[in-house]
């Protein structure tokens, strides 16, 4: 299957969810996974309508940003290193992987020093996976009260990944659970604490999130084909 196939598939599934659930369909940001992908094919799936990628390395990201397409934002959807952040803090529009306090003074810092306002997501290791980073479901409260006061920080919502599995039915617990605290903290109206975001779903299970009420989904393979990993 072609990008394009790929890409009308999955609208065609998400125009199918939100209309069984009363929702608009333009209110699901679709995040095209672009780790691996060469910018070749980044800019055909932009061509195709995708208005944001998602990468999960600041070396990719430096390596991609000025070869692809103006138009379309950056989502850091991986693990980030604190001493990365300079490199990335000016490219990126969504931090998905806010996930401990050192890195959100790192943030804050960076983002003071260019008088910029940064977006972020908290990301929830919510079936508290050891393999998996993220805080566990009963430290997001306390944390955002802590970085609350963080002035060029914002929060805009919640990330999870969960676990890898053959039959996806199985994790909608897992989504489920995030909904909930999200719309806990939302409840709160937190100052700087925007939840806007629930960006939940890959392309194993993207279906199940969007069914419990995920409104960013982030699909690689589903979009590119299987990933091909070459050495550094
Ligand atoms: C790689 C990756 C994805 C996309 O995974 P696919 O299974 O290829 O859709 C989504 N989110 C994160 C955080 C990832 O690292």
């Known amino acids: 299957m072609s990008i394009q196939d790929n890409l009308l598939n999955i609208r065609n599934n998400i125009n199918d969810i939100t209309s069984r659930h009363g929702r608009d369909p333009k209110d699901v940001t679709l995040i095209a996974v672009t780790k691996t992908v060469d910018t070749d094919d980044i800019n055909k799936a932009i061509n195709f309508g995708i208005t944001d990628i998602g990468e999960n390395k600041v070396q990719?990201?430096?390596?991609?940003?000025?070869?692809?397409?103006?138009?379309?934002?950056?989502?850091?959807?991986?693990?980030?290193q604190s001493n990365k952040v300079k490199y990335m803090i000016e490219k990126v529009d969504l931090i998905h992987s806010l996930d401990r306090m050192s890195l959100a003074k790192e943030i804050q810092k960076r983002a003071n020093e260019h008088n910029i306002i940064v977006d972020t997501l908290i990301q929830v290791n919510?079936?508290?996976?050891?393999?998996?980073f993220g805080l566990r479901y009963d430290e997001v409260l306390d944390f955002i009260e802590k970085i609350i006061k963080f002035e060029n920080i914002r929060i805009k919502g919640l990330m999870t990944i969960a676990p890898y599995t053959d039959e996806p039915e199985e994790v909608r617990f897992v989504f489920k659970q995030l909904r909930n605290l999200f719309d806990e903290i939302s409840l709160k109206n937190y100052k700087n604490v925007d939840m806007k975001y629930l960006s939940m779903g890959m392309t194993n299970d993207y279906q199940i999130a969007l069914e419990e009420g995920a409104n960013m989904i982030r699909i690689g393979t589903g979009i590119f084909g299987k990933r091909i990993y070459k050495e550094d």
């Open 126 to 132: 919510v079936a508290e996976e050891e393999s998996k």
């Open 60 to 80: 990719e990201i430096e390596a991609k940003y000025s070869k692809v397409e103006t138009s379309v934002k950056w989502h850091m959807i991986g693990h980030l």
